[in-house]
Nanobody
Framework: QVQLVESGGGLVQAGGSLRLSCAAS????????MGWFRQAPGKEREFVAT????????DYADSVKGRFTISRDNAKNTVYLQMNSLKPEDTAVYYC?????????????????WGQGTQVTVSS
């Protein structure tokens, strides 16, 4: 059983920043790719960012490129999402997820474990 616990969400003004954290249980965190996804009200969940097991490779949705940065600390079993220059359209529940392999992926079907989500609200 794997538990993923997100934190760091909240209310921020447009142009502001937030850093989300996702703490994972278990001793195999460093063996798996990780991802962040988000779901806005009335919309389907969508890919945000992913990182490989080593942290050497990352990928982003076009909508967040240049503004968001995914990183990980394998010693702390934690993955982060630094979000800068936030826009109202970034408002959503943000979820972290653990991939089935060490590779990163933008496809939700490549992830087996999901956190409960953390709300991010960006006011205009």
């Amino acid at each position: 059983q794997v538990q993923l616990v997100e934190s760091g969400g909240g209310l921020v003004q447009a142009g502001g920043s937030l850093r989300l954290s996702c703490a994972a249980s278990g001793r195999t965190f460093s063996s798996y790719g990780m991802g962040w996804f988000r779901q806005a009200p009335g919309k389907e969940r969508e890919f945000v960012a992913t990182i490989t097991q080593s942290g050497r490779s990352t990928d982003y949705a076009d909508s967040v490129k240049g503004r968001f940065t995914i990183s990980r600390d394998n010693a702390k079993n934690t993955v982060y999402l630094q979000m800068n220059s936030l826009k109202p359209e970034d408002t959503a529940v943000y979820y972290c997820a653990r991939a089935t392999t060490g590779s990163g992926s933008s496809s939700q079907t490549d992830y087996t474990w999901w956190g409960q989500g953390t709300q991010v609200t960006v006011s205009s």
